[in-house]
């Protein structure tokens, strides 16, 4: 397909277990950004990636996030022993420079912890 | 403390009038307005943008205002059309590379038949 993709759309875990969200990027596209989403909120915004090197990774709750992108394409966003306060919509997207007006957004993975 | 505000969480309107969503922010360093649109279970889809240069820009039936003085903008929806129901979110950044987006909460819009 021709936009971003996350997979998996929709994640249960239950408190204390490790997720793994992926994000595939449009084709070229050499920034990523990731966004939470809480329940009734705006996206706020976790990390940003050009290329492979993490260049800001100022939004990132705790230590129990970590992001990668190894290649410089796909990305994952790993949260460790998840928390009830973790659950949210997880967004990725990306753009050709990293200007805002470019941000092209994938259709969310919908985590839930118990 | 939230940079950028919608405080009305839901707007009504009837099939063919204008729609008005607003927005507030706070810091000065915003240089570059966007609004989003998102139906459910989709991500946010880009709707138009505005440069802290201008004071509006204008595309089709989408019209966004910025006062800077008064750090707000406005989106305006003419003629509002059902398909146009959905979440609104405003969102800034300080532009140029690395543009992570400061969103507000969102407001819903409902446009009657």
């Known amino acids: 397909g021709a936009g971003v993709s996350q997979s998996p759309r929709y994640k249960v875990a239950k408190r204390g277990q490790d997720v793994a969200l992926r994000c595939d990027p449009i084709?070229?596209?050499?920034?990523l950004f990731w966004y939470q989403q809480a329940l009734g909120q705006g996206p706020e915004f976790l990390t940003y990636?050009?290329?492979?090197?993490?260049?800001?990774k100022s939004g990132l709750p705790s230590d129990r996030f970590f992001a990668e992108r190894p290649e410089g394409s796909v990305s994952t966003l790993k949260i460790q022993r998840t928390q009830q306060e973790d659950s949210a919509v997880y967004l990725c997207?990306?753009?050709?420079?990293?200007?805002?007006?470019?941000?092209?957004f994938g259709p969310g993975t919908r985590l839930t912890v118990l | 403390d939230q940079q950028v505000k919608q405080n009305s969480p839901s707007l009504s309107v009837q099939e063919g009038r204008i729609s008005i969503l607003n927005c507030d922010y706070t810091?000065?360093?915003?240089?570059?307005f966007l609004w989003y649109k998102k139906y459910p279970a989709e991500g946010p889809t880009f709707l138009i943008s505005?440069?802290?240069?201008?004071d509006k820009n204008e595309d089709g039936r989408f019209t966004v205002f910025l006062n800077k003085s008064a750090k707000h903008l406005s989106l305006h929806i003419v003629p509002s059309q059902p398909g146009d129901s959905a979440v609104y979110f405003c969102?800034?950044?300080?532009?140029?590379?690395?543009?992570?987006?400061?969103f507000g909460k969102g407001i819903t819009l409902s446009v009657r038949p």
């Open positions: 997207a990306s753009s050709l420079m990293g200007l805002a007006n470019e941000q092209f």
């Open positions: 969102a800034a950044s300080g532009g140029g590379a690395n543009s992570k987006l400061t």
């Open positions: 810091n000065s360093m915003f240089d570059y």
């Open positions: 084709s070229g596209h050499v920034s």
């Open positions: 505005i440069s802290s240069i201008k």
């Open positions: 990636f050009q290329n492979e090197a993490q260049l800001d």
